[in-house]
């Protein structure tokens, strides 16, 4: 069961890009890595999912190193809608193994 | 893109009274679903996942006589809060996963219970 770690809180201004990074030292060969957004009140929103090297699409990048042991989510110029709590999940649907983080408050400032 | 629907949005109910929610998958057949509890400020924690056809499998802790799940279709999974106490008060989440991928999760947008 992969373990994840990240930063409980990030503070960051409109137009700037943030990168939120994620520990998973105990991924396993066949995890994926899959990013959610989650506004108050809401279910997550799923943003970005990766396996290896690099991931693009049109809300956000996802980089991962090639030991695969941490992700980092980028956001490309935030703007104040992207205020929200950021989870990283590590695993299989299929494996009955999804437990969220902690998960990381952003909070952009104007 | 996939959609998952709960209902109802939001309920308040007297303490000792069962609350039934629906967690449907509206445009996909899912052959598994998960039921999740956020309390305020925290994140979300997985209550049990369930397999269409089969019993529920419950985590550590949770109470599988006091959360009944069913998922009687590929489409339809119920969790009933039975007796429930004020301290059951929650936002409770499900989420599912499309019978043709494993990667992918989609999650209903929440119910809100407030035990009076």
């Known amino acids: 069961l992969a373990k994840t770690t990240q930063p409980i809180s990030m503070d960051s201004y409109e137009g700037q890009e943030v990168n939120i990074t994620c520990s998973h030292n105990n991924i396993a060969t066949n995890d994926y890595i899959t990013w959610y957004q989650q506004f108050p009140s809401q279910g997550p929103r799923f943003i970005i999912q990766g396996y290896k090297t690099k991931v693009t699409n049109e809300v956000a990048s996802l980089f991962i190193p090639a030991d695969r042991k941490s992700s980092t989510l980028s956001l490309p110029r935030v703007s104040l809608s992207d205020t929200a709590v950021y989870y990283c999940?590590?695993?299989?649907?299929?494996?009955?193994?999804?437990?969220f983080g902690a998960g990381t408050r952003l909070t952009v400032k104007p | 893109g996939a959609v998952v629907s709960q209902h109802p949005s939001w309920v308040i109910c007297k303490s000792g009274t069962s609350v039934k929610i629906e967690c449907r998958s509206l445009?996909?057949?899912?052959?598994?679903m998960f039921w999740y509890r956020q309390f305020p400020k925290q994140s979300l924690m997985l209550m049990a996942t369930?397999?269409?056809?089969?019993?529920?499998?419950?985590e550590q802790g949770v109470e599988k006589d006091k959360f009944l799940i069913n998922h009687a279709s590929l489409t339809l999974s119920t969790l009933t809060v039975t007796s429930a106490h004020p301290e059951d008060s929650s936002f409770y989440i499900c989420s599912a996963t499309p019978a043709t991928t494993y990667n992918e999760q989609f999650f209903g947008p929440g119910t809100r219970l407030t035990v009076l």
């Open positions: 999940l590590v695993g299989l649907y299929n494996n009955n193994d999804m437990r």
């Open positions: 445009d996909f057949q899912a052959t598994t």
């Open positions: 369930s397999n269409e056809g089969s019993k529920a499998t419950y």
